[in-house]
């Protein structure tokens, strides 16, 4: 069975900084695209960034110089590290894992940045 468990969401001030972690299970992680994805209210979900195995990294454009994703293949793990948060930030963040046909989601961690 596969899973995907985001942590380390929470409320945070603007300018501030938060790591959310996805530990995954279930899949050969190693050969899989792993990305964080997030959905504000009432938006359409947003790509945030994505690694492959290989290192290849992508970030969309709204995150670009603030956001920073990490892969621990060893440790089935994928962070991403978000400093000068903003406002336009706040939003329910999910992890995923792709291979081809085969794509996975977590059930997401809240994000909250307001003063």
């Known amino acids: 069975q596969v899973e995907l468990v985001e942590s380390g969401g929470g409320l945070v001030q603007p300018g501030g900084s938060l790591r959310l972690s996805c530990a995954a299970s279930?899949?050969?992680?190693?050969?899989?695209?792993m990305a964080w994805y997030r959905q504000a209210p009432g938006k359409e979900r947003e790509f945030v960034a994505l690694?492959?195995?290989?290192?290849?990294?992508v970030y969309g454009h709204s995150v670009k110089a603030r956001f920073t994703i990490s892969r621990d293949d060893a440790k089935n793990m994928v962070d991403l590290q978000m400093d000068s948060l903003k406002a336009e930030d706040t939003a329910v963040y999910f992890c995923?894992?792709?291979?081809?046909?085969?794509?996975?989601w977590g059930q997401g961690t809240q994000v909250t940045v307001s003063s």
């Open positions: 995923n894992a792709y291979r081809g046909a085969d794509e996975y």
């Open positions: 690694m492959t195995g290989g290192g290849r990294i």
């Open positions: 279930g899949i050969a992680f190693s050969g899989y695209v």
